[in-house]
């Protein structure tokens, strides 16, 4: 096991991050908790422990303390509600904060990796933090030209040549070069993961791969020569694969990783299979990072009702990359 911790970002304090951590946090040991440290509010964990009507011990990060209480560095943000289910550019602002904090913990070699629970891109783009979500704040802080998100679940895993863009920046984005660096960072992602030989099937832009230009010629001048450009490379990748057949092959085990073209092409059929446990990696930076594949769902903060599943299997693929850093 690891002597430095994997950190837990809040996420919005208004959302149910806070929930889904307590939960989780409560249902494990009390040396598996002493993994992880919280970055957050310490009112808002307070408070959402007495919602879930859940027994957790905290203590503050840094100090001495019970084994089984959950480590937690108070990051203070003025003007936060206090209360779940509000939208707020303080809780934009105190989301950021988080996430800053625990990269900046990270890459002073302070903690091994990080877990974010939900924000709302709304609060923080409200707060002054510009950034379409998690995945572009954190190449921003990291120093990164880009990155990438993988969503990953026990018989599908995809990862994505574009996220948060129009369907129109998409297909722009679907650049040979593009797709090739999707490729080659997918598979060595997959190999870290214990995956020797990866297999990579990349899906087509336009219906059926364009027919050959009777629907587009995105896919002959944009995907294929990626993909060509990445077999050349050694890597076990085809296509581009018509996107209405190629995740049904590899949720029955043809292949390892699919390269989706945008968000909606890889987020529905993970979500449609995967819903509770899929986990959001992101891919192409100098840190570890995995998350919840769900919003703040200010419908139901401080219920107790939010479902905990999605964050414990973030907190085990966290805990995977961890024991597999070179």
Known sequence: MNDKP???????????????IVKAMAGLGGAARAQYALIGDRGTMERARAACGVDLALRDYGQEG??????????????????????SPACGEASFRYI????????????????TAPINKEALN???????????MLAHLTGC???????????????HVSTHVSLRDAIERATPER??????????????????????????????????????????????????MARNEGIDVVGP????????????????????QYHDQGHIPIKLIAFDTAVNVS???????????????????????????NMQSALDYAGKLAARRS
């Open 6 to 20: 994997v950190l837990i970002t809040m996420g919005d304090p208004s959302g149910v991050g806070a929930e889904v």
């Open 66 to 87: 019970p084994r089984e209480a959950l480590a937690i560095r108070h990051i203070p943000v003025d003007g936060l509600p206090g209360k779940f289910g509000v939208l």
């Open 100 to 115: 800053e904090t625990a990269v900046q913990m990270i890459l002073d070699g302070e903690a091994v990796g990080m877990v």
């Open 126 to 136: 409200s707060a002054g933090h510009h950034y379409d979500g998690h995945t572009g």
């Open 145 to 159: 030209r880009s990155s990438w998100m993988l969503l990953a679940s026990a018989t599908l895993n995809v990862v």
């Open 179 to 228: 797709v090739f660096e999707t490729v080659r960072i997918g598979h060595r992602h997959l190999r870290r993961m214990g995956i020797d030989k990866p297999r990579i099937a990349v899906a087509g832009i336009n219906p059926h791969c364009g027919e050959n230009g009777l629907f587009g010629r995105e896919d002959d001048l944009q995907i294929a020569p990626g993909v060509e």
């Open 241 to 260: 694969i018509s996107a209405d057949t190629v995740y049904y092959r590899a949720n029955q085990g043809a292949f390892d990783l699919v390269v989706a």
């Open 283 to 309: 891919l192409g930076l100098p840190i570890d990072r995995t998350s919840v594949d769900h919003g703040t769902a200010f419908d139901i903060a401080g219920t107790g009702k939010a479902n905990h599943v």
